[in-house]
Every structure is written in C-alpha cells, then in structure tokens.
Nanobody
Framework: QVQLVESGGGLVQAGGSLRLSCAAS????????MGWYRQALGQQRELVAS???????DYTESVKGRFTISRDNTKTTVYLQMNSLKPEDTAVYYC???????????????WGQGTQVTVSS
C-alpha cells in the first residue's frame, strides 16, 4: 500500500515563504503524476501544481512565478516551494499521486491528509 505524509505547513506573514514536502511510502509505479491541490474555507478544491514522471510541470495561473514544484524520484517525494505568499494563498494543501501499473494499465490515486497554510496580512 501507499501512504503520503505531508509536512511544512504553518503560519507565515505576507511576502514570506514556505516549503511543503510530501513523502510517499510503499511502491509508486514509474509512470505517475504528483501534484498539490488546495482548498480554502468555503471554496472549491483547485489544482495548484503538478509534475509528471517525465518532469513536465503545470501551475494554476494565480501561482505562476511564485510557486515551484519539484520531485525526488529516488525517494518518491514531491516538494512545493512557495514564495511571495499572499493572504489569498491561505488554504489546506493536499498532496496527490496518480499512478499507472505497467502492462495492466491499472490506475491508482492517493491523497495526503492535508496541511494547513495560513498567510497573515
């Protein structure tokens, strides 16, 4: 089985930085996409950033130029470096992994428990 453990959330002033980490235990297939979602109070969940096993990244428009997603393929760990944080970035951030088993094409999806990020003004 796979378990995602997140860390790095907390309280920070506007303009500050945080680095979120998500470590996956268990086996993750080579073909996969890892990403970060967030959900603010009273708002819908949105995709913040994602990175494929091939290294292709994608970001939602509101975080482009401020956030950077990266991964450690050996340890199957994904990071989200968040700079120039704004109060509107306040949300619960969730790690997500989508993986496909070779040959069988079986699809799997895993979620972290979520970590709170609060940006004060």
């Amino acid at each position: 089985q796979v378990q995602l453990v997140e860390s790095g959330g907390g309280l920070v002033q506007a303009g500050g930085s945080l680095r979120l980490s998500c470590a996956a235990s268990g086996s993750i297939f080579s073909s996969n996409v890892m990403g970060w979602y967030r959900q603010a109070l009273g708002q819908q969940r949105e995709l913040v950033a994602s990175i494929t096993s091939g290294g292709t990244t994608d970001y939602t428009e509101s975080v482009k130029g401020r956030f950077t997603i990266s991964r450690d393929n050996t340890k199957t760990t994904v990071y989200l470096q968040m700079n120039s944080l704004k109060p509107e970035d306040t949300a619960v951030y969730y790690c997500n992994v989508r993986s496909t088993r070779p040959y069988y094409a079986t699809r799997y999806e895993y979620w972290g428990q979520g970590t709170q990020v609060t940006v004060s003004s």
